[in-house]
């Protein structure tokens, strides 16, 4: 079992781009812009605990402010499990995270964000395991 604790350096100015977007879209008003980084940190930062917790928390008030009883309910599980889930290495890989998808659901991953994983060395679906 690999215990996955704190993200590789060369992946970490990657999730912050996604959530630095999601502020910039958030605060213009453009909601499903934000939400489309929201999910992309997701699929970056999932298999790490604090960063994977973190963003279900972001999707959590995301949720309340778009008063989205959906998304507040889906999230609270996902906030609760989901770290405990990346500590030990089992998570759904490529999952976006919304309340919108199964919790358990492998999905694919994009082109680009494959790349992204490429230049930090990371290899999602061999390195991690649904």
Do not use: C
Request: charged share 20%; proline share 7%; no cysteine.
């Amino acid at each position: 079992m690999k215990l996955n604790t704190i993200m590789p350096k060369k992946l970490q100015p990657y999730f912050k781009r996604e959530l630095n977007e999601y502020d910039q879209q958030f605060k213009a008003g453009n909601l499903q812009g934000a939400w489309h980084h929201l999910e992309r940190a997701h699929i970056i930062g999932q298999a790490y605990p604090w960063h994977h917790s973190y963003v279900h928390w972001k999707m959590l008030l995301f949720g309340v402010h778009i008063k989205s009883a959906k998304e507040i309910l889906g999230q609270i599980p996902r906030l609760l499990v989901g770290g405990v889930k990346s500590f030990v290495g089992k998570i759904p890989v490529g999952n976006t995270g919304g309340a919108n998808v199964p919790p358990l659901k492998p999905m694919k991953i994009e082109g680009d964000l494959k790349a992204i994983f490429k230049r930090a060395g990371i290899h999602p679906n061999t390195e991690f395991h649904e």
